[in-house]
């Protein structure tokens, strides 16, 4: 076994199948281990951005109250513009290019150290995670200025859970805005959110397969923007808050032409129903909904989607 990894590409090939703190653990191991192991945790594994950060420059963090009692950790990068060369930056950004997925939990870094990266992208040229495709932000909106870094054009994965969307109509310091700005090529996103003021649209996201809401606002009209989504195949709508209902009809002469499975739960049964009236889903397949519906109920929703959804194999009320 111990010649085994004594080859790097075998040895690579198993590192592959451990999770990041393993490959941490790997890295103290030896040398020949430790530049395998930190590639592939940064190329294949999920990694902080604090972590990320880091390897730019030593990281301060004090406690900052916010509203009320609560308080956040506000990290400062302890560096300047003068101590950074063009050599630090191009080998700091040889291990940005590496990372594919990335997260942040909480983490807010101050806003002048976020200027301090635009200066540095500005100055030396390079964009910050040319190789992102996938994001994962947990927290509140004190974190958005360091959530901007990692909104870049080669996104097509964002999950979101928090307050994120408080104050989205701010122009172009609302979380929505900057994604309509800066990744328009996401296919996968899961908002979770409590405090969206409006509910959002999604047509901005013509190339969206699968999205999850959950908790926020939800209107008619963003019902209908799914309509400009034509590759949307997976639907799930959950504790939402159906707003500004202005007819019995929803989705009337709305078409989900590439939608196979459609989740509703945990929402009033009038308001799902509003939806889906008039709506043509073609290709749907499977249909989930909350479990209060009686049998009357079903056996009409049953005999309506024959229909509007001719390919309907299959129903469940849960």
Same mark, same amino acid.
């Given at each position: 076994?111990?010649?085994?990894?004594?080859?790097?590409?075998?040895?690579?090939?198993?590192?592959?199948?451990?999770?990041?703190?393993?490959?941490?653990?790997?890295?103290?191991?030896?040398? %020949?281990? #430790?530049?395998?192991?930190?590639? $592939?945790?940064?190329?294949?594994?999920?990694?902080?951005?604090?972590?990320?950060?880091?390897?730019?420059?030593?990281?301060?963090?004090?406690?900052?109250?916010?509203?009320?009692?609560?308080?956040? =950790?506000?990290?400062? !990068?302890?560096?300047?513009?003068?101590?950074?060369?063009?050599? +630090?930056?191009?080998?700091?950004?040889? !291990?940005?290019?590496?990372?594919?997925?990335?997260?942040?939990?909480?983490?807010?870094?101050?806003? +002048?150290?976020?200027?301090?990266?635009?200066?540095? $992208?500005?100055?030396?040229?390079?964009? &910050?995670?040319?190789? !992102?495709?996938?994001?994962?932000?947990?927290?509140?909106?004190?974190?958005?200025?360091?959530?901007?870094l990692c909104l870049?054009?080669?996104?097509?994965?964002?999950?979101?859970? %928090?307050?994120?969307?408080?104050?989205?109509?701010?122009?172009?310091?609302?979380?929505?805005? =900057?994604?309509?700005t800066n990744c328009?090529?996401?296919?996968? &996103?899961?908002?979770?959110?409590?405090?969206?003021?409006?509910?959002?649209?999604?047509?901005?996201?013509?190339?969206?397969?699968?999205?999850?809401?959950?908790?926020?606002?939800?209107?008619?009209?963003?019902?209908?923007?799914?309509? #400009?989504?034509?590759?949307?195949?997976?639907?799930?709508?959950?504790?939402?808050?159906?707003?500004?209902?202005?007819?019995?009809?929803?989705?009337?002469?709305?078409?989900?032409?590439?939608?196979?499975?459609?989740?509703?739960?945990?929402?009033?049964?009038?308001?799902?129903?509003?939806l889906l009236a008039?709506?043509?889903?073609?290709?749907?397949?499977?249909?989930?909904?909350?479990?209060?519906?009686?049998?009357?109920?079903?056996? +009409?929703?049953? +005999?309506?989607?024959?229909?509007?959804?001719?390919?309907?194999?299959?129903?469940?009320?849960?």
């Amino acid at each position: 076994m111990e010649h085994f990894f004594l080859i790097p590409e075998l040895r690579r090939m198993v590192f592959m199948f451990l999770h990041s703190k393993d490959l941490i653990n790997c890295a103290h191991v030896c040398r %020949g281990w #430790k530049d395998d192991a930190l590639d $592939v945790r940064w190329r294949f594994c999920t990694v902080d951005l604090i972590d990320v950060l880091a390897q730019l420059a030593p990281l301060h963090m004090e406690e900052v109250w916010e509203e009320g009692d609560q308080f956040c =950790q506000l990290y400062t !990068l302890q560096t300047n513009l003068a101590e950074i060369g063009q050599e +630090d930056w191009d080998e700091f950004l040889k !291990l940005t290019a590496k990372v594919h997925v990335i997260s942040t939990i909480f983490f807010v870094l101050n806003p +002048d150290s976020v200027e301090l990266i635009h200066e540095l $992208v500005k100055t030396y040229g390079c964009p &910050l995670f040319p190789n !992102l495709t996938s994001f994962e932000m947990l927290g509140y909106h004190p974190m958005l200025p360091s959530v901007s870094l990692c909104l870049v054009p080669g996104l097509t994965s964002i999950k979101m859970k %928090g307050d994120f969307l408080r104050g989205q109509e701010d122009g172009s310091n609302g979380i929505l805005a =900057q994604l309509l700005t800066n990744c328009t090529n996401i296919k996968y &996103l899961d908002m979770e959110t409590t405090c969206a003021t409006s509910g959002p649209t999604f047509d901005a996201f013509p190339a969206l397969r699968v999205l999850s809401y959950r908790f926020g606002k939800f209107s008619t009209e963003s019902w209908r923007s799914l309509g #400009k989504c034509t590759d949307l195949f997976e639907l799930e709508l959950v504790g939402i808050e159906l707003q500004e209902i202005s007819h019995r009809r929803g989705g009337e002469g709305l078409e989900l032409r590439s939608l196979r499975e459609l989740r509703i739960s945990r929402i009033r049964k009038r308001n799902a129903l509003i939806l889906l009236a008039g709506t043509r889903m073609p290709v749907l397949q499977k249909l989930l909904m909350g479990k209060d519906f009686t049998e009357e109920e079903r056996k +009409d929703l049953s +005999d309506r989607s024959a229909d509007l959804c001719p390919q309907l194999k299959w129903i469940e009320f849960c």
